[in-house]
């Protein structure tokens, strides 16, 4: 996201926008690559629920809650794009809040990665995870990725 410090993320974190729902896929490609027709959207302010609820020392990735939130409401999967958008609304606006925080870096993404899009960055998803006992490693030449270690062994159920 561009100028963070210009947003009320509180205001987004809030704004339902004609959510819960469900939407019918009608392009072969699409319900090829997703693996269903019945694509759910959870409001922004469900992502932050389900992160509040991550206790410390467990992770859970964005898949995770994607696949709980469509499971819970008879689709075949939630839509990705909005997920990573509304994850990371949820991180933003508890870092614009004083109290009922969100332990946002606790949400990975995909193979345990850490997410640049949060508040501070892998710097601080790193920090803030290292201080709760995970290990981080570092992938890639090039294109270095950081990822919690052994990440399964912490995983939250839902």
């Given at each position: 996201m561009a100028n963070e410090q210009e947003k009320d993320f509180n205001a987004m974190?809030?704004?339902?926008?004609?959510?819960?729902?469900?939407?019918m896929l009608d392009?072969?490609?699409?319900?090829?690559?997703?693996?269903?027709?019945?694509m759910f959207f959870a409001p922004p302010i469900e992502y932050d629920r389900v992160m509040k609820a991550v206790p410390l020392g467990k992770v859970i990735t964005v898949g995770q809650i994607r696949d709980n939130f469509a499971k819970?409401?008879?689709?075949?999967?939630?839509?990705?794009?909005?997920?990573?958008?509304?994850?990371?609304?949820?991180?933003?606006?508890?870092?614009?809040?004083?109290?009922?925080?969100?332990?946002y870096w606790r949400t990975l993404k995909a193979e345990g990665?850490?997410?640049?899009?949060?508040?501070?960055?892998?710097?601080?998803?790193?920090?803030k995870l290292e201080a709760e006992g995970h290990i981080i490693v570092r992938r890639g030449r090039s294109n270095i990725r950081y990822y919690v270690q052994d990440y399964q062994d912490n995983l939250f159920q839902l």
């Open positions: 974190l809030h704004n339902n926008k004609d959510m819960p729902k469900v939407q392009d072969e490609k699409s319900t090829e690559k997703y693996g269903g027709e019945r819970k409401n008879n689709a075949d999967f939630t839509d990705p794009i909005t997920a990573g958008i509304f994850v990371s609304i949820a991180a933003w606006a508890s870092e614009q809040r004083d109290s009922d925080k969100t332990p990665e850490l997410n640049p899009k949060y508040p501070g960055g892998i710097e601080v998803q790193k920090e």
